[in-house]
């Protein structure tokens, strides 16, 4: 008889499934429904089994028809929403969670699994009160504990998530022959809480407790390094990624993790091949890739055109060749504009507090600003951008065709983004055009590299009309005056203590400093200040640098060219209040070369430290050149390695004029487009309208 050959194979199917043998499993369940096609209990295991293999297309096909022949299986509505949960598709999985749940109020996984839903779809405050009640049905069930200290930490309840993720420690440690991964994960999720709270010495422990748990695993010495680095202890971040490139060399997160300690301690040439060698090891990672086109433009070796070919190569590995969509939006030139921002730094970052102000001023009357923001940090400044942004949309983890359909959905005409290939950019999501109209600003001026993306903001200093254009892919609009704005209240700058008199007065010598990052510093850099100093008798040089014996090779590299140990110190890479303090103890910025100082010369000016700046032949080294103008400052900026060494030198025998500068900087900021927050904002919407008209004069 069909039907006993059907249950035959469906048994036999259970039994391979019981011991591990998936695939010949699959394949008898697939028989019993050859001969029983409305077979429901084969086509719900088969779906289960489906799961387990990790095709969700085919898993989700056979609950679905699972609930066509009987629309109320709740097991089959809860591991269908699993099943989509696991493939993005949050929104839909909490529908199904929910009904099950109307069905069976007790329905324990259900619960659990709702709490983890809402989670993916930012509804934290729900998704910790569902936790809360799974676990309530089940103190001791660890997922559920998962789940509530996921949901504290997403809402940044960083001591209630402490609470949580230490009891599911103690739940994994009582497990008889429980996962030395869930164990290891549960240390690494409390140790990232730890280190919200500041505590790094219980961080620490925590990874190296998850180390020894999984000794071959990548990712706790991934966590263990990267906790070295954010602190600044640079030697142990480095000696940690050493071992895990021994432990694990064709692992291409090993080789970028590596390189992204080298670039920091400003071994240039060792972190490019670092970058190289991820990107070879693993070439469909965009993000790698993206890593080594930013490091090789802190490299004095690249220069624009270089940096182009590095960029063009990343559109031929990672876009799409397939044409997108065509776009549905209404091509009227002078409607109610839909602005697109996204962006991983909506939060107390650098990039952060420069976007802030245009957030904040956009005329709403004719723009409408979504944020689609792919970071987990909470925060005062992240709760500025959720008030300024009429939709918020929180995109971390989902894959680039699900944010591009966001984007789609909510009808965005100009997509903004806000990294270019700095750390967290969401190029693939660009690369699939979701908006008619593209272009990329803010992160840092230069190209993506990405045809997608049409237009890149600058400013007339930065690139010269007529003279850069063909280092880009894009079509380069200028901005009125400057590319950037320094906002004093978004920079948190406002009730900083006007700049007293020049340092030197008290002091005797004169002290030059750096307070860049140590990426930017290389061997050129050196042997020019070491000139500068030979020509200022006594000066002093003060630089940031985080912990690490890089301090001592740098003192001794500036020894070599002649200025002994004691005319050196160092600022740690602490706290922004503290850094700025640093300012004080300082009578002259010299910038860096080839990527100039962005924000840290205007922190530098604000502070009425007058910054000396040396043009560069790629846009992030005209930077200087770009303030400098805004400014009336031009006699600051230099075009060869001569004239920045008497420049710096002859300001420094002029103590006159420093006190001049030092007591003026910030009144002259002030009153320059630099602090013009209204009037850059307008500037960038009339660069947004004009061409949006040209998009609509083309459709």
């Known amino acids: 008889m069909p039907g006993q050959n059907a249950e035959a194979h469906f048994n036999l199917a259970n039994s391979l499934r019981a011991v591990g043998k998936l695939d010949q499993a699959i394949a008898e369940f697939r028989v019993a429904l050859q001969l029983r096609p409305d077979y429901l209990d084969a086509h719900f295991r088969l779906g289960n089994t489906l799961a387990n293999k990790g095709d969700t297309d085919a898993a989700a096909k056979s609950f ?18 699993n099943t989509l949960l696991g493939r993005g598709e949050a929104t839909e999985a909490v529908a199904l969670y929910r009904r099950v749940l109307v069905m069976q109020p007790g329905h324990f996984l259900a619960r659990n699994n709702l709490a983890a839903g809402l989670l993916a779809t930012g509804d934290f405050e729900e998704a910790t009160d569902a936790a809360r009640r799974a676990i309530a049905m089940r103190p001791d069930y660890a997922p559920a504990r998962r789940n509530l200290g996921d949901a504290l930490a997403a809402a940044g ?31 690494m999720k409390l140790a990232a809480v730890m280190n919200h709270l500041k505590k790094f010495d219980e961080a620490i422990a925590l990874l190296y407790e998850a180390v020894k748990l999984t000794p071959r695993d990548l990712e706790p010495r991934d966590r263990l390094a990267g906790l070295f680095w954010e602190i600044g202890y640079m030697d142990q971040a480095l000696a940690i990624a050493r071992e895990s490139v021994q432990n694990h060399p064709d692992s291409a997160k090993a080789h970028n993790n590596l390189a ?51 960029a063009k190569q990343w559109e031929t590995l990672h876009a799409p060749k397939k044409t997108a969509d065509p776009h549905a939006n209404d091509p009227s030139p002078l409607r109610k504009l839909r602005i697109g921002y996204v962006s991983a730094d909506f939060h107390d970052h650098v990039l952060g507090r420069n976007i802030l102000p245009l957030m904040r001023e956009h005329d709403r009357r004719e723009f409408e600003l979504f944020c689609y ?4 940090e909470f925060d005062r400044m992240n709760g500025e951008f959720r008030r300024f942004s009429h939709g918020w949309r929180d995109i971390a983890g989902l894959p680039a065709e699900k944010v591009a359909g966001l984007i789609r959905n909510d009808g965005i005409d100009l997509l903004v983004d806000l990294a270019l290939h700095s750390g967290g950019n969401r190029l693939p999501v660009f690369a699939l055009r979701p908006a008619p ?17 049409d237009y890149r903001l600058t400013d007339p ?34 009730d900083v203590p006007e700049p007293g008199p020049p340092p030197a007065l008290s002091a005797g010598h004169i002290t030059f400093g750096c307070l860049n990052v140590f990426r930017k510093v290389n061997d050129g850099m050196m042997q020019l200040w070491a000139r500068i100093m030979s020509r200022v008798p006594d000066s002093r040089l003060m630089m940031m640098a985080p912990f690490g014996s890089h301090r001592a090779e740098f003192v ?54 007058p910054v000396i700046t040396l043009v560069g032949n790629t846009v992030a080294g005209r930077a200087g050149f770009s303030q400098a103008s805004n400014l009336g400052l031009t006699e600051l900026v230099a075009r060869t390695l001569d004239e920045y060494i008497s420049t710096a030198s002859s300001l420094a025998g002029d103590l006159p004029r420093l006190a001049e500068l030092r007591a003026s900087l910030r009144g002259r900021m002030m009153a320059s487009p630099l602090c013009d927050a209204v009037g850059w904002t307008r500037g960038i919407e009339a660069a947004y309208r004009r061409i949006w008209q040209q998009w609509c004069q083309a459709t």
């Not at 240039?268 to 990672?285: I, Q, T, W």
């Not at 590299?557 to 103890?585: C, W």
Request: with cysteine; aromatic share 8%.
């Open 64 to 81: 679905r028809r699972v609930l066509e022949l009987n629309p109320n299986h709740v097991d089959a509505l809860n591991n269908l929403g």
């Open 157 to 187: 309840q960083w001591t209630e998530a402490a609470e949580s993720y230490k009891k599911l420690i103690e739940l994994e440690s009582a497990r008889s022959g429980g996962e030395a991964g869930a164990a290891a994960d549960a240390r």
């Open 260 to 310: 992204k300690v080298l670039m920091e301690r400003g071994r240039l040439d060792e972190a490019v091949h670092g970058f190289a060698k991820a990107v070879e090891l693993e070439p469909s990672d965009a993000s790698m890739h993206s890593e080594k086109i930013f490091a090789c433009m802190f490299h004095p070796d690249y220069d624009a055109a270089k940096l182009l070919d590095e």
């Open 373 to 376: 923001s792919d970071t987990t």
């Open 437 to 453: 109209v593209q272009l990329t600003f803010g992160g840092y001026p230069g190209t993506t590299g990405l045809r997608a993306i």
């Open 461 to 494: 200093y930065l690139d010269p009309p007529g003279l850069h254009d063909n280092e880009y892919v894009e079509q380069s609009i200028r901005l009125p005056q400057s590319f950037w704005c320094y906002d004093p209240a978004a920079m948190e700058v406002a």
């Open 556 to 609: 001794n590299r500036m020894e070599k060219l002649g200025v002994t140990p004691d005319r050196i110190g160092f600022v740690d890479r602490g706290k922004r209040d503290t850094y700025l303090e640093s300012y004080r103890l300082i009578d002259i910025a010299l910038d860096t070369i080839p990527y100039n100082g962005h924000t840290t010369s205007l922190d530098a000016l604000w502070r009425g430290v």
